[in-house]
């Protein structure tokens, strides 16, 4: 499979973009490893003759993400934890009212459908910050993804258990796309 010229619009109907969050600390045990899913996101990407004359855009709604799953832990994770993550996630780590957009924008595109490499300004809570998405064609799906460490962007991991449970600063941001 390879990528079609063109412009192709993507989101939640063409696939998934996940968060993978650790744990850190003495009382990391406690805690869970999340994969935390945008529901509310659109990205259009316009694929030229050559990688060099491509380009990607990618908005979600801060307050969309969503706890999927949780692993690790003393005890499995409730729908009430999954609700107060998402309560913290919105009103103490990204203060989604205020910082309603994340947004990608590229600045190169180069490599191949099997080996592409796309480096973008990403915006988080309106601090904006470059990173190097990696991606191939695989089964013909785009995947890919990236890892950031939270700090970068000024926001500080969550923690709890008084600071002995923390979410760990390096987050994995991936997708599974059907271009």
């Not at 990204?94 to 590229?106: A, E, N, Q, Y």
């Not at 459908?113 to 089964?139: F, H, Q, Y």
Request: net charge negative; aromatic share 4%.
């Amino acid at each position: 499979m390879t990528l079609t010229e063109g412009s192709h619009a993507f989101g939640p109907g063409s696939g998934r973009l996940l968060v993978r969050t650790g744990r850190t600390g003495l009382g990391r045990r406690a805690g869970h490893d999340l994969t935390i899913e945008a529901t509310r996101w659109e990205g259009t990407a316009d694929v030229g003759p050559d990688p060099a004359a491509s380009s990607v855009t990618l908005s979600l709604d801060a307050d969309s993400l969503e706890v999927r799953e949780g692993s690790g832990g003393v005890m499995p994770l409730t729908d009430g934890d999954r609700a107060e993550i998402q309560r913290n996630i919105r009103n103490k780590v990204l203060r989604t009212d205020r910082h309603p957009k994340i947004t990608f924008r590229s600045t190169r595109v180069a490599g191949t459908p099997e080996d592409l490499s796309v480096d973008g300004d990403l915006t988080i809570m309106g601090v904006t910050r470059p990173v190097t998405v990696r991606a191939a064609v695989e089964g013909g799906r785009l995947r890919g993804g990236t890892t950031i460490a939270q700090t970068t962007w000024g926001i500080k991991p969550y923690s709890a258990l008084l600071g002995t449970l923390k979410l760990a600063d390096e987050v994995e941001i991936v997708f599974d796309l059907e271009p």
